[in-house]
Nanobody
């Protein structure tokens, strides 16, 4: 079963913008903590941004002021709006969801979408 589907990746020039989306059909969406992670070749996966079920947000220092994470619960979709992209933003971006139903903890991942920033 596919629970998270990312989209929106692609090739952009430095200074450009891109919006990533992560959609699900899961009934758990509105109560979940959602996050974007990224992983560049040869580097560890890192947290880019997160948004709680109450829409509180947190960002990695490297993207503060440039990226905005948001969610639209009616569409069960999370977004990452990226501005002023830099070559070092090049990575595969992964959607993550964390939620608890009763005593069951779920931590799930999308398959990733590639963002390449290059001139």
């Amino acid at each position: 079963q596919v629970q998270l589907v990312e989209s929106g990746g692609g090739l952009v020039q430095p200074g450009g913008s891109l919006r990533l989306s992560c959609a699900t059909s899961g009934v758990w969406f509105s109560s979940s903590r959602m996050a974007w992670y990224r992983q560049a070749p040869g580097k560890e996966r890192e947290l880019v941004a997160l948004i709680t079920s109450d829409s509180m947000t947190e960002y990695a220092d490297s993207v503060k002021g440039r990226f905005t994470i948001s969610r639209e619960n009616s569409k069960k979709t999370m977004y990452l709006q990226m501005y002023s992209l830099k070559p070092e933003d090049t990575a595969t971006y992964y959607c993550n969801a964390y939620f608890v139903v009763g005593s069951r903890v779920s931590d799930i991942w999308g398959q990733g979408t590639l963002v390449t920033v290059s001139s």
